[in-house]
């Protein structure tokens, strides 16, 4: 995760063009040109496979009858398990994108009831914004870019209440537990574990941040391990077992005797 | 994923301790030993959070004081997205053991039926059966080992017939699209598309192998993706889209007007 190009070229002892957005959703063509006859490598941050655009690129390579190895990594897909909370209780994941005062996209609301509605946990995936120009700059056709953004926890918990806030479907509450994940796979990596409330007020410090809001379906390993990242256990303890009231199915009951039998 | 005990030795120089399932789950002590003072490094194939006697292991060494540092890395829960569908459309991951006469778990059929409904993809672990003792050897306390078994596809795929064919509650039918993934992330890898009845009758050759089962929610470029894999590409599109047709949410009807406004 420390790596940069210098670094990587050194490593793979030849030169390396940065790909941006840009080039990998249009230039194609770009990529794949003469890829026929020499090797031609397309390096990612985490899985190839974690982006449609990717999947894209191998669909033409295929077409050109270029053949195509896949080499897999570690992505947050499956590294967000070092939060403690395991894999296969997750449900589908989710993007939180950054809100304007006239554009607050929710459609991750209804993918986080879907998955608590179940009992599983969701992965927020949080906004990354690179090479984006201003408005005015576009209009006015300047290639002038504004400096990167990434969303941080805090930022990221204040539009889920915003939109809990709007919505009113008790998707979740201020008091649902989650875990922000900063830096995952660098020396720095840290978590925090606590209320939506919570870390809207944490300071998460230097990005890449995620962030999983946990479903009802909590194993006390999960919570043994998460304990190490709470500020208060008992406290988390206890809205851990209160959020659990949530979506939970009603009790069993046994079928009435026939007694015409 | 070629790798052996060998090889792994001469890449990292020096002696490797084989851990079986029994090593890592009742051996965390012997694991831990002296690692305050050494180098103790804990090899595991796919990601070491993959699985949760691995977070235990985490866990006691911290209470331990033992600092822990982990290098993430590929894992079937990601690199299943080299079968073309797209990782944030899957549902909750499933086990599927193998079937005695009178032992068929069917745990996994609930949870598939919830991802189903919300429209989403389930990756099924297939089981795989390595230092497992006989009832009789086990009985009369002979460490006597059955040789190793890993699940096929076809198996997969009656297991799961079964299950539905007693359940009846169509979480799936014979003809739901699926994916066989066989030999993931090794040169030999490869995947076959086809309604579960197809696959049911599939040779999927060598293990590892796992099973995706479609959901509702596919989209286009999934569909191109998997039609490399399909030995009818007009069948298996009619077959998806009659899958489709589960559980799908009732169609949008406006509020009636209200004359008195």
Chains 1, 2 share one sequence.
């Not at 770009?30 to 894209?56: E, M, Q, R, S, Y």
């Not at 009992?119 to 300047?142: C, F, P, W, Y």
């Amino acid at each position: 995760m420390a790596a940069n190009q210098e670094s990587l070229e050194k490593f793979y002892e030849r030169e390396i063009i940065l790909a941006d957005r840009e080039l990998v959703e249009t230039g194609s063509d770009d990529i794949l040109k003469d890829a026929d006859k020499d090797d031609v490598a397309f390096l990612v941050v985490g899985d190839p496979f974690g982006a449609t655009t990717h999947t894209d690129l191998v669909i033409r390579a295929r077409e050109l009858g270029i053949p195509v190895e896949t080499i897999h990594n570690a992505s947050v897909m499956n590294a967000v398990g070092a939060c403690g909370l395991q894999l296969y209780q997750f449900g589908q994941t989710v993007s939180l994108v950054f809100f304007t005062d006239s554009w607050k996209p929710d459609s991750f609301y209804n993918k986080v009831m879907e998955n608590r509605k179940i009992g599983l946990h969701t992965l927020l995936l949080l906004d990354i914004k690179v090479k984006e120009q201003s408005i005015e700059n576009m209009a006015r056709g300047r290639l002038i870019y504004e400096p990167p953004r990434y969303m941080d926890i805090a930022t990221a918990a204040k539009q889920l209440l915003e939109i809990e806030e709007i919505r009113q479907e008790q998707a979740y509450t201020p008091n649902t537990p989650c875990v922000a994940i900063s830096r995952l796979g660098a020396p720095t990596q840290s978590f925090k574990a606590g209320t939506l409330q919570e870390l809207s007020e944490y300071d998460s410090g230097e990005p890449l941040h995620s962030l999983v809001m946990l479903g009802r379906q909590v194993h006390d390993l999960e919570l043994e391990y998460l304990y190490q990242f709470v500020d208060n256990k008992e406290q988390f303890k206890l809205m851990v077992e209160q959020d659990q009231e949530f979506f939970k199915p009603p009790p069993y009951v046994p079928p009435e005797e026939n007694d015409s039998d």
